[in-house]
């Protein structure tokens, strides 16, 4: 028998494997650069652009690579938890200077919020518990297999009425009820991502409270603080109900509020009962992360280092972290002006709103007018201009 003909016979490794749906909103980077018209508007993918529609690297993170250019000797490993300077600069960024000093809170550099989210996921799966994830609907399409590939079920909770336009808070805090000690409640720190729609500070307090009283574990998402209302008043929800908890996650990701996307910046945080078990919680993640990816991708957290440990590229950014906030608000009540039924987008934080459009209307905005948003009707505010807002805030009226 000749070879070809055996192979030919023979099971191999990967004929089982089914073929995977393509990501829906990298399927809408596909859609828009193959329609030629010169107006179109992207409002999908998630990432900040400035007026003239580009995402440009950061002043402020242009000069700290020059800095490493010059200066960095070594490229030698660092170890799994990764830039330990970043991860304590971030320790302070997320909690503030009092909770730095807090030793039950201990953390480590990851790839990016997505890899915070998986570590976190991992270390809850390790505990061996039964603890169930409530999430909130909608959320963001990825949080369910990221944080489901480990194994851990998922209870939903309702977050968001799309057609009424609002958090659905009281139906939250009923779904809640039925969570029991040691259950996770996966939360998102601020401008929630895809409906733009935060919780009120009242409502963060409530969430502190039941958190506090049943023994729940928040894991909270913070991918995007700083482009709500600045770095701390987006904090202060988070930090009540970390405060509150026990026991809590927090995975955190510079990619947004640093421009760093593919620089995979992020890092994870995790309370536990004490400082002994902190102790044992950051061994634990140690050993996750060498066996996982063995050591975080280093670049962007050397820049966010550098940045922050560098006075005038600090204000630098923090000036340019406003001008984003700023432009994103402007945007906002541009929208919000053009039609009392869209008013809502004002009071929303963060790069997303969603609209309440039908599938049908998603589809006639990208064929008739060019105007490319999420399925679900979540569109990215930075990727208007002036230039463009009227004209889409138009075309949205017309649909609603
Ligand atoms: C809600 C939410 N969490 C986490 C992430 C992951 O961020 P990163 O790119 O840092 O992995 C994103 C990115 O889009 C996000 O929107």
Known sequence: MTDALVMGQRPGLFDRLAQQPADALLAIIGLVNADPREDKI???????????????????????????????????????????????????????????????????????????????????????????????????????????????????????????????????????????????VLLHGCCHNPTGAD????????????????????????????????????????????????????????????????????????????????????????VMARTSWSMPPDHGAAIVRVVLDTPELAADWHAELKEMCARIRSLRSRIAASDPRLAYVEEQNGMFSMLPLSAEAITDLRTTESIYLAGSGRFNVAGLSDHNVDRFAAAVAKRL
């Not at 609907?137 to 480990?150: F, Y």
């Not at 709500?228 to 947004?256: I, M, P, T």
Request: glycine residues 10%.
């Open 199 to 286: 919780l009120s500070l009242d409502q963060w307090k409530a969430i502190a409270a039941l958190v506090s009283e049943r023994g729940l574990v928040p894991f909270i998402d913070f991918a995007y603080q700083g482009l709500g209302h600045g770095l701390e008043a987006d904090a202060e929800g988070a930090r009540l109900v970390v405060d509150a908890a026990e026991q809590a996650l927090v995975a955190h990701s510079n990619d947004k509020n640093f421009g760093l996307y593919r620089e995979r910046t992020g890092s994870l945080f995790v309370k536990g009962a004490d400082a002994e078990q902190a102790k044992v919680i950051a061994s634990n993640l140690t």
């Open 42 to 184: 992207d409002l999908g993918v998630g990432v900040y652009k400035d007026a003239a529609g580009n995402t440009p690297i950061l002043r402020a993170v242009k000069a700290a690579e020059k800095i490493l250019l010059d200066t960095q000797e070594t490229k030698t490993y660092l170890g799994s938890e990764g830039d330990v300077r970043f991860v304590a600069l971030m320790k302070e960024m997320a909690f503030g200077a009092a909770r730095a000093r807090d030793e039950r809170i201990v953390g480590l550099q990851t790839p990016g919020g997505c890899g915070a989210l998986r570590l976190g996921a991992e270390l809850i799966k390790a505990t061996g518990s039964d603890a169930r994830i409530f999430v909130g609907q909608p959320t963001w399409p990825n949080h369910v297999p990221l944080i489901g590939s480990v194994g851990l079920p998922f209870v939903d909770y309702p977050y968001y009425d799309k057609a009424a336009k609002a958090v659905t808070f009281d139906r939250m805090m009923d779904a809640l009820e039925d969570a029991k000690a040691g259950d996770v």
